[in-house]
């Protein structure tokens, strides 16, 4: 089993910026993909951004230029730095881990900008 803690979500006012951090412990072998997923007040799940294990990254249109992802292999952690937060970006962002083949999911950490 895999455990995801995520971290860094709150308030911020548009314009501003936040930084989430998601641990991942447990049985880790080999970690082919790390993510952040978003989910707004009733909309589907989304991809954020995700970095896969040879570094490239992707990430949704309606946040590229604003957010990166970034890795620490040795702490098994992956970032996710948000800045000129919009309020379309008011959701709860949920950690992704593909491993093995599994999908792994943190308990959603919630980002809340405010006009």
């Known amino acids: 089993q895999v455990q995801l803690v995520e971290s860094g979500g709150g308030l911020v006012q548009a314009g501003g910026s936040l930084r989430l951090s998601c641990a991942a412990s447990?049985?880790?072998?080999?970690?082919?993909?790390m993510g952040w997923y978003r989910q707004a007040p009733g909309k589907q799940r989304e991809l954020v951004a995700v970095i896969i294990r040879s570094g490239s990254t992707n990430y949704a249109d309606s946040v590229k230029g604003r957010f990166t992802i970034s890795r620490d292999n040795a702490k098994n952690t992956v970032y996710l730095q948000m800045n000129s937060l919009k309020p379309e970006d008011t959701a709860v962002y949920y950690c992704?881990?593909?491993?093995?083949?599994?999908?792994?999911w943190g308990k959603g950490t919630l980002v809340t900008v405010s006009a």
């Open positions: 992704h881990v593909l491993s093995r083949g599994s999908d792994y």
């Open positions: 447990g049985s880790i072998f080999s970690i082919n993909a």
